[in-house]
């Protein structure tokens, strides 16, 4: 079968591209090194580009370098958290990572790192997303440009920051509740932050492909009913800045890890970690 040699090629030149940016970042930070910039996530990590690991611990190891990119972004105290603020490198050297990791089916990998989507032939379980959810990164034009996803980021006070965000789905496949809790830290004053509520329904869906690979996947619709914070309570449907998690294609689940991609803008992508 010619699709193992293709999607070895589509993974060989995806590293190629990688170890190029990385190599051209290495010079300018060279080079330019009395100019301050922002170093990317391999330059700050320089365990990410150690040796590439055996075919049966490709997933495993993309999943960790993954991972320990966005912990960088995390721990950067001079950035908004998920990456909300990340240079467009680093945007792509975190899509290429996925794409890689998306495109992997291997059967040997451990079952707690395999991609259950492509196991399930797109499908997967209500049991499988059920759970608290933390957002660890996205890609969304919107959310960056609101600087959070309910949009009082951009809005609010120039003290009020973006702390995070957290997604408890629950119910099962005839109903399904969700709750999305987005924090707010004040830069002065710890007594003033504040949470958003935003709640509503979820469901699952199999009428898409996964732009990734071609193949069917789950899509996962919410519909968001109230946007609530302090005494206000809002109506949700209504609320603009939402979109970008109204319907995202399932792209790649294990037991910990969780990775959509918007079904209308595919380059809006979201990492969520299962809380423990």
């Known amino acids: 079968s010619l699709q193992p040699e293709r999607e070895e090629r589509h993974l060989f030149y995806r590293r190629m591209r990688v170890l190029y940016i990385t190599i051209i970042l290495c010079y300018v930070a060279t ?6 910039i922002k170093k990317p996530a391999l ?3 320089p365990k990410l580009a150690a040796a590439e690991p055996s075919v049966s611990e490709n997933s495993v190891y ?10 960088h972004f995390e721990k950067n105290e001079k950035t908004l958290p998920c990456g909300l603020d990340c240079t467009d490198e680093e945007k792509e050297l975190v899509k290429d990572i996925i794409s890689d990791l998306v495109m992997l ?18 499908k997967v379980r209500v049991s499988d997303i059920l759970g ?4 660890l990164y996205t890609s969304s034009r919107i959310m960056r440009s609101n600087k959070s996803l309910s949009g009082l980021g951009y809005t609010s006070s120039g003290m009020s920051q973006f702390a995070s965000l957290t997604q408890k789905i629950t119910g099962n ?4 509740f969700v709750e999305l809790i987005e924090k707010f830290n004040n830069l002065e004053d710890d007594s003033l932050a504040f949470e958003v509520a935003i709640t509503g329904e979820w469901q699952l869906e199999n009428r898409y492909t996964d732009p990734f690979t071609g193949l069917p996947t789950t899509s996962i619709r919410i519909d968001p009913e109230k946007v609530s914070y302090g005494v206000s309570t809002n109506d949700g449907e209504s609320w603009a800045s939402l979109g970008p998690i109204k319907l995202l294609n399932v792209c790649f689940l294990t037991e910990n890890l969780h990775i959509m991609r918007g079904v209308a803008n595919p380059d809006s992508i979201f990492v969520f970690k299962k809380r423990q």
Do not use: A, H
Request: glycine share 6%; with cysteine; hydrophobic share 40%.
């Open 31 to 36: 080079v330019y090194s009395f100019v301050p």
């Open 43 to 45: 330059l700050l990590c």
């Open 62 to 71: 993309l999943q960790d370098k993954l991972l320990q990119i966005l912990n």
């Open 105 to 122: 089916e291997d059967s040997r990998e451990p079952s707690e790192s395999r991609n259950l989507v492509r196991v399930g032939t797109g």
């Open 132 to 135: 608290t959810w933390d957002l």
């Open 173 to 176: 496949q005839f109903l399904g």
